[in-house]
């Protein structure tokens, strides 16, 4: 639909700003997982004793195929939305709106999680907030809100401001925290492993298999056996420190070179998280035992640090703030998590367009940010890990089944469309003289989330409950919503509509330092936003022998010229980076050109120029048509 002055709806969006690097990316999906560590170590080993690695072992295989099956379709479908999108295309514009439904929940029962988790771990700095309660008086109630839940939800609240300013600045601070935490937990292997580990203690725990014990918060299919059904509920609560992969692919649209980048981050996430989720379970059984580490619920990672003759009790307030940091982190991913998925159901009308709206100057989705960030916040005021945990896994699994049998779908239904990274171990199925593509751990993935899902129906009676109720009104809001605008409740319109990244050509722009008119409208004219350009510029110490500080000023110039440049291109949706050399130009060129990085090298002549004379253009043309003739390209102004 058309305003007066002939401009669409859709081409007043504003779009959301790339400013996410590989280690932003992975950081991201580190963050949300790697948190669950500090919760889940404890959890497990309570119910699963000795047999806790194996808990951890089992539910990594949702983890590692969804991680590979985002992987593949993030790179071809880059929206935000992740589950939402994959499933709206394989499927039917109701699958994505469930899909995005079962993960909004999960986002914001993890910023609420988290937020308290992180208040937990500042106890040991604050140990006052732990007996402290606050009382209000609303509406003629007396209500009693714990100190916890009331810090919690100022941090939420922070969050939420942060994540208003912009996509980076939350980025920034994910990537600073994970990358303490990394370091501090690999110290913490290294130490337990050389000063602490007992190969007698992990021979005898390692084969007790669940906690004899029944529990009453568990709704046990039978009265005898308690081990074997404590180890299948261990298994389920392992599934919790793998939930949060997925935050990889909600933040496709603002990713920088999302082709390259997300796969790369995801295998990272997968390989880091893996590492320290077995890793820890396992050398635990070497320090302590497992009765004491369940015992150790909000803090397993101090009972294991106290454990390390020497050295423990100085770890421990390190321990201790690395803890919140993660935690913190974590609470921040749901936020943007959360964010991402409701403006993309809304911008491929499953919500009101309302929460579609970008704020022009952030470039970020403000409305969704405050709207559901709220939510995580109050849930956080409640204070209690214990409440808002059993909705954890119900609608991270549904959706992580959705984004496997997704992917085998589209392998079948979309084959042209490009994907610059692919699951491997593929194998071929023939029906009826049709051949099918079936990459094999999206098949176990189906099979593990299908498991697993089915156990936290059986063995958690309030996660079943809220979990059902919660998506039986997300569907009634969405009939609602869908016969407000008109629209079928499974029309596949939509879905039908969302086209697959085609291949990025990367191009090397050839720019003399001197020269800045009119080069980016030359380029926008020549290409589309298929070319990745890359801007180079060399001052030249081929002819003249330039001092230092005058190669540096030079240098600094010509940067400057090349952002001006680069910015123009990025209002005209190009993806680009700058770089300035000082050097040898014919040295520079050359290995430019022969490099595998790029695809072509685009030469930008003037308009005009005399004929049979030579200048630095014609000699930069020579060199490229010598060395890679193929590559080369050559624009006019």
């Not at 929206?79 to 295309?89: I, L, P, T």
């Not at 059904?229 to 298994?235: G, I, P, T």
């Amino acid at each position: 639909m058309s305003t007066d002055e002939g401009t669409t709806t859709k081409q007043s969006k504003v779009a959301l700003k790339r400013d996410i690097g590989w280690f932003g990316s992975f950081a991201m999906g580190y963050a949300d997982v790697g948190a669950d560590i500090y919760v889940a170590l404890g959890l497990v080993a309570a119910y699963a004793a000795g047999w806790a690695p194996v808990a951890f072992i089992i539910a990594s295989v949702t983890y590692i195929a969804t991680g590979l099956a985002y992987a593949e379709l993030a790179t071809a479908y880059p929206y935000a939305g992740g589950a939402q999108v994959y499933s709206m295309k394989a499927f039917n514009d109701f699958a994505g709106f469930l899909g995005g439904w079962l993960v909004m929940l999960d986002y914001t029962v993890c910023t609420a999680l988290f937020a308290i988790a992180t208040v937990g771990y500042l106890t040991f700095f604050f140990p006052v907030l732990i007996l402290t309660t606050f009382t209000f008086s609303l509406l003629g109630l007396q209500i009693v809100v714990n100190a916890i839940g009331l810090v919690a939800f100022v941090i939420v609240l922070i969050l939420i401001g942060i994540n208003i300013v912009g996509i980076k600045e939350a980025s920034t601070l994910n990537t600073t925290m994970v990358a303490l935490n990394i370091i501090v937990l690999s110290i913490i292997m290294a130490l337990g492993l050389l000063l602490a580990f007992n190969l007698d203690l992990f021979s005898m725990q390692i084969t007790i298999r669940g906690a004899p014990d029944p529990f009453g918060h568990i709704a046990y299919i039978w009265s005898t056996d308690y081990s074997d059904q404590n180890f299948f509920y261990a298994v389920t609560l392992a599934m919790s420190s793998f939930i949060g992969i997925e935050s990889i692919a909600q933040a496709a649209e603002e990713t920088k070179r999302p082709d390259r980048t997300i796969p790369r981050a995801t295998k990272m996430s997968i390989v880091s998280v893996l590492l320290f989720a077995v890793g820890l379970s396992a050398i635990s059984l070497g320090m302590i035992s497992w009765s004491t580490l369940g015992a150790s619920l909000e803090d397993p990672i101090s009972a294991l640090v106290r454990s390390i003759a020497g050295v423990g009790v100085t770890l421990l307030p390190i321990v201790a703030f690395t803890g919140f940091a993660i935690c913190l982190v974590s609470s921040n991913t749901g936020i943007i998590g959360v964010s991402r998925v409701v403006f993309s159901m809304s911008n491929f009308d499953l919500l009101p367009a309302w929460f579609s709206k970008v704020n022009s100057k952030t470039r970020t989705p403000v409305r969704t940010i405050i709207v559901f960030g709220s939510i995580g916040a109050l849930l956080a005021l409640i204070g209690q890990l214990d409440w808002v945990a059993d909705l954890y896994n119900f609608g991270a699994l549904l959706s992580y089944l959705m984004v496997n049998i997704s992917l085998i779908v589209l392998r079948q239904t979309d084959k042209e469309a490009h994907r610059s990274w692919k699951v491997p171990f593929t194998f071929k199925l023939t029906i009826k003289q049709k051949s099918y593509d079936i990459p094999l751990p999206s098949l176990l993935g189906i099979i593990a989330c299908s498991s697993i899902w089915l156990l936290v129906v059986i063995f958690h009676p309030i996660g079943r409950l809220l979990g059902f109720s919660w998506t039986t009104i997300g569907i009634l809001i969405y009939a609602i919503h869908r016969r407000r605008i008109g629209k079928p409740f499974f029309s596949r319109d939509i879905g039908s509509s969302i086209k697959p990244m085609t291949y990025k050509m990367n191009a090397l722009v050839l720019i003399r330092p001197e020269e800045r008119e009119e080069i980016a409208e030359s380029l926008r004219d020549s290409f589309d936003t298929r070319f990745r350009l890359t801007l180079l510029s060399v001052i030249s110490t081929d002819k003249w022998d330039l001092p230092l500080t005058a190669a540096i000023e030079y240098k600094k110039l010509a940067s400057l010229d090349l952002r001006n440049i680069s910015v123009e291109l990025t209002d005209f949706g190009f993806e680009t980076r700058e770089i300035v050399h000082v050097g040898s130009v014919k040295k520079v060129v050359t290995e430019a050109a022969i490099s595998d990085q790029y695809d072509f090298v685009i030469v930008i002549r003037g308009k005009s120029f005399k004929k049979g004379k030579r200048d630095s253009i014609d000699d930069m043309i020579s060199l490229v048509s010598s060395i890679a003739p193929g590559k080369l390209m050559v624009v006019r102004r």
